[in-house]
């Protein structure tokens, strides 16, 4: 299980690719659909919350996470001040959302920081 943090929460990602969340969910720092605090380890959805195929990495930003799958899939959710998030907006995201691939020229993503 790599983990990281930062701010207010935590992300864990497991051998299998499975997401864990936890701590402050303000703006959807969390990705589970809500603002609430989580005091424990939460399981983002199931490998459907990413387009079926598990988490390689992700990254925390100080109001946000980034996402890698292992198909090259580009997912982030939290707060989009300052368009942090990379959908061409300033919308928070509550729940995992997928950066379309042609901003990358249709590369696959493989890390993020």
């Known amino acids: 299980m790599r983990r990281q943090n930062r701010a207010d929460h935590t992300v864990a990602v497991t051998i299998e690719g499975e997401l864990w969340v936890w701590g402050c969910g303000y703006q959807g720092w969390l990705g589970l659909g809500d603002e609430t605090y989580r005091l424990a380890p939460t399981l983002v959805g199931s490998l459907a919350a ?46 995992p959302t997928r950066i379309e691939v042609q901003h990358f020229g249709n590369a696959k993503i493989v890390y993020v920081a």
Do not use: I, Y
């Open 50 to 95: 990413f387009g079926g195929s598990p988490v390689l990495t992700v990254a925390c930003g100080d109001d946000h996470s980034l996402v890698v799958t292992k198909d090259g899939a580009l997912w982030t959710f939290g707060s989009g001040v300052h368009g942090a998030l990379g959908h061409n907006d300033f919308n928070n995201r509550l729940v």
